[in-house]
């Protein structure tokens, strides 16, 4: 028989110590299984083991560049990455949205509305799309919707969780979204963290789907549209 832990979604919070959060065994006994790893390697090797539904990276991470861990991660999985950090640089919020990161929160974010904000991003991810559409295929480009899949050339490419959500978002509607409009149809909540994420997310998702076609479009001092109309 399968057991009740072993059905409960887990979530990984990297850079702090279970001794820091007396909220550790409410969280425990509740729906999820939460692990705390101060360290990196220790925080890899929980990863290898447990296969997290969501991890969550704090800044005070020990003995590990947190890009490093998240290069690490990414290699291996496309599960929703949040982190948090007061003294995240913006050249630093810039290479962590580029390798992989989905969400980065630079203000005073304590660690319940964190989680908050990260089981959100989890839940958008295990398939709760409200689009109706099953697929969109045009051009060179296949989206699979219920399975969040997309397909360029008949490759499967690895899309994050907000690059997907993104890409949901855009494909197949006529119309100019604005930066903010983006924020709060993919992110599903009102995010007031890195204020480029949206670029920097539409950039990453570019590079993945744009091989030999123009998908989305800058307008401008607007935002952003698809174009997926056939040459």
Not at 25 to 51: D, H, M, T
Not at 90 to 112: C, F, M, Q
Not at 162 to 184: Q, Y
Not at 190 to 198: A, K, M, P
Request: glycine residues 6%; aromatic residues 10%; contains cysteine.
């Amino acid at each position: 028989m399968i057991g009740e832990d072993t059905m409960k979604e887990r979530i990984l919070i990297i850079g702090q110590r279970r001794s820091e959060h007396p909220f550790y065994p409410f969280w425990i006994n509740k729906a999820y299984r939460v692990f705390l790893c101060a360290k990196g390697q220790e925080a890899w090797e929980c990863f290898l083991r447990e296969s997290p539904d969501l991890v969550m990276i704090d800044k005070s991470l020990e003995d590990m560049e947190i890009s490093t861990l998240l290069t690490y991660i990414r290699h291996m999985s496309t599960v929703p990455v949040m982190i948090t950090g007061e003294t995240i640089s913006t050249e630093e919020a810039l290479k962590l949205l580029a390798l992989g990161a989905d969400l980065i929160y630079r203000d005073s974010l304590s660690i319940i509305e964190g989680l908050a904000h990260g089981i959100r991003l989890m839940s958008r991810w295990e398939g709760k799309n409200n689009n109706h559409v099953k697929s969109w295929n045009q051009r060179d480009l296949v989206i699979d919707f219920p399975c969040h899949e997309a397909w360029v050339k008949g490759r499967k490419i690895n899309l994050t969780p907000i690059e997907f959500r993104l890409l949901e978002v855009l494909s197949g509607k006529e119309k100019v979204f604005t930066r903010e409009e983006l924020i709060t149809l993919a992110f599903d909540m009102d995010y007031d963290g890195y204020d480029r994420t949206v670029d920097v997310h539409i950039k990453n998702l570019r590079g993945k789907i744009q091989l030999n076609y123009t998908y989305i479009v800058t307008v401008r001092g607007l935002g952003y549209r698809f174009d997926g109309k056939s040459d």
